[in-house]
């Protein structure tokens, strides 16, 4: 049903110019880049290792930017695993990590590149820690959307830099329990992921240095990212809530 969905909302193709400026995180052996790409998307760049998360939206969106030394995809839902635009972009060099069901559903050719992580599990990768955290809803049964242990979110370590990425998931035990994370990108859309009433909780739990609200489009449209930065500066202003037009082309 999501992947229909999806289907639907596909965003038109925008060229590289239009995204928006990456950021900079300083660290260790270097700044971060931080480039947002489109909805679940971004590609993160330190110490010569270009990392790409969820490449989804086609091909044109990778113009100019280098191509992947490592590929981390969370989910089977098709703005994570995106064959068309895996196809589209330069994988000759890149290594890939994903949970098994991901593995299971890539071409040959990625298979070959791949490395499977369970929620749990941790590798190195180019210098890069990569932990595999869970990511689903609540309550985890038959109906779920995202079941447990089904995808990965991942916390990254890199110049001394811990990074959470989310994937699709709703405000679970595991991610309130995080700590000393210093960027996270979480997610809020509706009826697949959290509102920002749930994100704000969790965030304030963990309490992140920088966060980037992400993956904020659902079926009803985009997540008021505005009133989730109120709603986490009110319970903590020492939090960097960091809004960026993940959907400058749509």
């Not at 490395?115 to 590798?123: D, E, F, H």
Request: hydrophobic share 40%; net charge neutral.
């Amino acid at each position: 049903m999501k992947q229909m969905l999806l289907g639907l909302m596909l965003l038109p193709i925008v060229s590289h110019a239009q995204l928006p400026s990456p950021d900079k995180v300083e660290a260790g052996s270097g700044p971060i880049s931080i480039q947002p790409i489109t909805h679940g998307s971004l590609v993160l760049t330190w110490n010569n290792v270009t990392i790409y998360i969820d490449p989804y939206g086609g091909g044109q969106l990778y113009n100019g930017i280098a191509r992947p030394d490592l590929i981390l995809i969370t989910d089977i839902h098709g703005d994570h695993l995106n064959p068309e635009t895996l196809s589209a972009i330069d994988v000759d060099h890149a290594a890939i990590v994903a949970p098994q069901a991901v593995v299971d559903q890539l071409a040959p050719n990625l298979k070959d590149k791949a490395t499977v992580l369970a929620n749990g599990s941790s590798i190195s990768k180019s210098g890069i820690d990569i932990q595999a955290i869970p990511m689903y809803n609540i309550p985890d049964d038959k109906d779920a959307r995202h079941s447990k242990g089904r995808g990965n979110g991942y916390v990254l370590t890199l110049g001394g830099k811990r990074i959470y990425i989310s994937g699709d998931t709703e405000d679970i035990p595991e991610m309130r329990g995080l700590k000393n994370i210093d960027v996270a990108f979480v997610c809020m859309n509706l009826p697949y992921t959290m509102d920002i009433n749930q994100a704000a909780s969790a965030v304030l739990e963990f309490k992140p240095k920088i966060v980037y609200p992400y993956h904020y489009r659902g079926q009803g449209g985009l997540a008021d990212v505005e009133g989730f930065k109120k709603l986490v500066n009110k319970g903590s202003k020492s939090i960097d809530v960091r809004l960026r037009n993940w959907y400058s082309g749509g």
